[in-house]
């Protein structure tokens, strides 16, 4: 995977029951495709509680803090989080390929990976300090 | 510097696939000469968009104020230049129109998948099209105005042409999706109403009901299979007159998941569309590719699509089509397997059966949901595997006089009605029937009558075993019925092939049939295959071949594909 894209991800909130609920990816891609299986097994270990094939979290501060893990690993830039229903909602309002590629951007939210940006800023620090 | 391409867009925003033609985004003054050009199969597919006729609720237009609604100008243009059409009214959401085909007033609750997502699909020119649940009683109602509106139409107008019911699907991991399947809460509301309705009727014990995670998945099978049924019934005694039956088609590039892939600038890869492409023909679905780009159908994706979903294969599916010689004597896909599974997906696969016919037999078997056999026609010499469990009484009165005309058949008895395995055991008893039992692996019993066979097995001996095991079972059992075919060792990632056949003519006639074996390389690397030369086998001749080298060697036929690379390859079968 190239460096510095951007990655989405996608999940679900599933109700266990009255009182407790798991969340639970439904999808994680770049542009370039699916995220490696390797890194996102990789990575998911520490948060494993289960023993299923589906890669469910306890919180989404879980799913933010892997979210933000695999960003660091992969080198990407930035990883824009988005629960299904706001997806529905955006999808909506969305009417061809190019508006679809926005959808992650505009409605979901955003993590940035702190040691992609702190190159940015040193790169611009080269030139103009 | 050329910036535009306009006639070849034109043609494929038209003709964007096989032999669908989409009328309505073309002017009618250029579809009489749309229709003389065109140069794919027939009949040529013209889908019914019913938000095109059906604007607002009260207006229903077939030429009366926008042209391009005019079916009787469409149908005389295709009377003029000698076309064949036929009509396809969708009786699902159809990804590859707007909103699914309904008219924008009624396309307000979105479908939505298994993981809780909206369903769109990517059409041919990059629009998205949401798609609507069906199960909105308003949408009901309005297609029965729709359909008895067309039906009087076609009948005022003299239209002549059969129409028949589109059935929409994608494939997804495998697996048949249909179009219909939905989560939304739309289809949760108006299966509340079907459980009352049942608890009311006492035909269902609510409470206990609500406890049974998967008597409700039963219960809601039976729901959507009961309105869509709704929508095929509609459809079919309105449009009486007309109608010809139903056609399931499978869209590649359609599932709910594809759009990710899809919208990429940088992700979508033809080989994906292969593998949906040749499982499309494994279940018995006429493959469409009205939703690929003309970008992304290149060779050899566009030579296999015009190779498997020819005139032959598209007549086959068409019911009331008869199937003459004409077809019959060109290239049809060879199938050596049908699997009867009984509404069970899983059917077949956890025993190893699909694995060893998708290695040994690839792309030669089919999936079939209902055993429907017409005993006043040839039924061929395919094998067969049925299923024990949920097998019905006729069904299995079915079997036993396939066998008796000579039929080859697997039956697992794994799970089948104690009734009808000792119908099974006096039915030997009382015929004298030749029974050899082995016990390998699971309890193996050969029944012969003539050229009849029934081999029985008990499924449950094999799931738990391991898949060399397995395999080499249904290695050992299938050597029995001494399948005459070529073995092709081209296992390397992204070379596809699938295989053909038609009768001898007659400047052939020292064969029996001629076989053809199509070889892809779908990857940008060489690729390698080998024919390894057989008894009852004689290379004739390559057909077709592009960016291809063929190899005769002593041990048989090697193929080196360039990147893209594709060549076709006959070979006579004699006994």
Known sequence: ?129 | MQLTTPEAKEYDTVFPGENWFFFWRTSPSLWESKLSEFQGPSPVFVPIFWGLHNESPDVLDFGNYRPETDLKRLYDCAQRVGREIALLLPLSPAPFLPNGGLPSYLARNLLIDNNGLAVAVLDNDTRLNKMYSFYDPRIFQAFRGFCSSVSRYLSENAIACDVYGAKAYSLQFGRALSFFNDHSTTFNRGFDRYLAQMAHDGELDKEKVLNNPGEIETLKKNYSKQIQSLYEQVAQESLSANWAGELSFSFLGGGSSDIFERTSEHWEHPSSYFSQLLGMTTLDFIPSSVLLSPAIKKDPLIKALGEIVSEPFIRSHMQNELYDEEYSSKFNPIVFFELFRNTNPNAFIKDGLVQFLERQFSWTFRFKEALNVNFDEEFGNKIRFFKGEGLSASDFQSVIKLFMNGSRIFLDLTGMNEDLVRRLDTFVLENSLKEEKINYVSPVSKITLGEGIIITYRSEKLEDAPLLKKLKFWETLISYLNIKHLDIQADEAGVYYFWHSRPSNAYELSYEEIRRVSIYNTTSYKKKAKISGAKNFAFLKTVDQRKVEVKSTPIGIEVHLLPGGSVSLDFGFYE
């Not at chain 1, 948060?47 to 989404?60: A, P």
């Not at chain 1, 893990?69 to 299904?84: D, G, K, P, R």
């Not at chain 1, 590629?101 to 940006?117: H, K, W």
């Open chain 1, 1 to 129: 995977m190239r460096k510095n894209l951007s990655l989405n991800l996608l999940y679900r909130i599933l109700n266990e029951g009255e009182d407790s609920s798991l969340v639970e990816i439904i999808n994680f891609f770049s542009e370039e495709g699916p995220v490696s299986s390797k890194v996102i097994s990789d990575l998911y270990q520490p948060f494993r509680f289960h023993n299923e094939q589906n890669l469910w979290f306890k919180t989404l501060e879980d799913l933010g803090q892997f979210a933000l893990e695999v960003c660091q690993e992969t080198h990407a830039a930035e990883v824009f989080i988005l629960s299904n229903v706001d997806y529905n909602i955006g999808l909506d309002t969305c009417n061809d390929a190019r508006s679809f590629r926005e959808l992650f951007r505009r409605y979901g939210n955003v993590i940035e990976n702190p040691d992609q940006s702190r190159k940015k800023s040193n790169l611009f620090n080269k030139f103009f300090n």
